[in-house]
């Protein structure tokens, strides 16, 4: 007798095998890339030239195909819970509504710091650089995480990605100014009153501080990775600084919110300090370890506690309501 269905404990695990081939796919990019634009040992047209092509074309494509690999796991799992539904004695016929959300899920949304990285990262380059989930709680409720990358070339060096998140912007990000074009297209997606979480790096974490100091949204929760930080911030916030980033203390002074020494306080419980051992400052100088060493070190604060014995995932406050199916997911143009 042939077999008809699948074994759904075996498509969830190929579908895990799936995404962690992508998270060493883009956690190699980071890598290369940092020895790819270190122009101090390498010089002259070729050198020139396989750096264009290295970041015009091979990190797009390289990318690309960690998104395939993300798309193939959702599509497992997808029909893992298919599979599942289809097998119950009701053959599913008694919640076509559970049946339809289930098919219509994208993924599990993050457990942790790492996940969260992996999502800023993810963010397609023809995009604005914003993404939005929308996430099912474990209470049933409906919850919205938002994702805001960095400033353009931060992250593979490519100055056409994000274009929304231009150095222009940096600058009126670090004064504490509101980015009110992305904040109304947010509204368009994230209906009135329902709870947000903002998780952004670098200049992706001031703008996720600015919209979640207006008001215009209901922000329960900020994460910053690599980010300033805002000293009047009175949201439930985690803070991720790599030693040896320049970039959390490259507002002091600035005119604004970002200014005093808040971003470098030893006493802040809401900032986490760490060194990625992969990209320890004295290897690198510090552009080089802001765009390299979140992804190792939000794995070690996933599961190493800080100088008060808190782990910096469990500093989340409520990140537990914010995990569930990933029901629609959109990147902002």
Known sequence: ?????????????????????????????????????????????????????????????????AQGLRSGAEALRRNADEQDNASRPDGGSGSSAAASRDSACYEQSARGLNDMWNEICDIPGDSSGYRVQEVEGPDGQTRYVVYIAGTASQLFDVPSWFANQSGFNNVHAARGALDVHQVKQLEKLIPEGAEVMLVGYSQGGMDAQNIAMSGW???????????PVRSDLDVSAVHIHAKGDSVPGSAAGSPGPYSDSAIAAENNSAIFHGESENHRPQLFNGTNVHSNAYGDLSKSFDTEAGRDGTRAADAVDGLDKFRGNVRNETDLT
Do not use: C, Y
């Open 217 to 227: 949204l209901n922000v329960t929760q900020v994460v910053t990775f690599g980010s």
């Open 1 to 65: 007798m042939a077999l008809v269905g699948a074994d759904t404990d075996q498509l969830r695990a190929t579908a895990a095998l799936f995404t962690q081939a992508a998270d060493r796919l883009q956690e190699s990019v980071r890598v290369l890339n940092g020895q790819v634009v270190n122009a101090g040992f390498w010089h002259g047209p070729d050198a020139q030239r396989f750096r264009s092509e290295w970041t015009g074309h091979s990190v797009s494509a390289i990318n690309a195909a």
